[in-house]
């Protein structure tokens, strides 16, 4: 059995525009209280032009402040600091990114993020679809959901997956089956176990492995109380058939009391199908 142990590589501190003010500092004490190893920081980062205005920023040092900017070095900074201070108590401390990715900003993010700031952990993400909607926000997903038929938003949204495999610059994906949380609101075929596009699954994860990567369980979905991990555990299974042994545990919290949120169910799923848990340690 690989090991399997509690961790969150999936953590939206401050530096998240979207996120509560609770800072490094503040997640780092709370994931040592709750018994966590590893703990990864993964702010957005959506440096793609044509949504720039809309979702291009983080915060920094309490101001809105655009993601290109020059940021990164103290981001890095407090994490590398808060790995220093944590580390002879039993808490690694990781610096990663949820990004957002696209063709024409690859040599961009490979410079930046790759080359100039060995970003721990890069975490491709796919929340855009239908010329830059956003499959996590309510009133988008309405819009999106409501009018592309299940089958044709897979076929998009998995090739946009295939492009975050093939630019090489990944460690992991985030919540594979994200579609899910509004989705299920418009349409229930994206909560049909029947229905589950395995197809889609089989060829990425297939790539996914080959590539030497990982994917995540992500656990957001138990703050919405859908109470389901994502992906579920028939997508999970098929994971390890074609060859994965190690994933990624996300919580996605975007406040301090949601870290590490039902990291208990991510732990046994991975013990019932004999999956590892994904470590940078």
Sequence with gaps: MPPVF????????????DAARDTIEEYCERALAIGLSE??????????PSVADKFGFVRHKGEKTPVTGGWLGDYIGEVRAADARYRDKGLRVFAGLEIDYCGSIHDFLKKRLTDEHQIDYM????????????????????????QTSPSDFYDFYFAEVDKII???????IAH?????????????????????????????FNKVFKKGMTFEINLSLFRDGQNVTNPVEE??????DCGIRSVAIGSDAHRLKDLAIAVESAVEACRRIGLGVFSLA
Excluded: Q
């Excluded at 703990?39 to 793609?48: D, K, N, R, S, V």
């Excluded at 989705?183 to 889609?200: M, S, T």
């Design 39 to 48: 703990i990864c920081f993964t702010p957005h980062y959506t440096a793609i």
């Design 6 to 17: 509690k961790t969150d590589y999936h953590v939206h501190p401050d530096y998240s525009y």
């Design 235 to 240: 997508v999970l299974k098929m994971a390890y």
């Design 176 to 204: 594979i089956e994200g579609y899910k949380r509004y989705g299920v609101r418009h349409n229930p075929d994206y909560a049909d176990a029947g229905l589950i596009p395995y197809g889609h699954f089989e060829r990425i």
């Design 123 to 146: 975490l491709g993400s796919v929340h855009l679809v239908n010329d830059g909607l956003d499959i996590m926000i309510p009133s988008e997903a309405e819009i999106i959901f409501t």
């Design 166 to 172: 093939d630019s090489g610059l990944f460690k992991s």
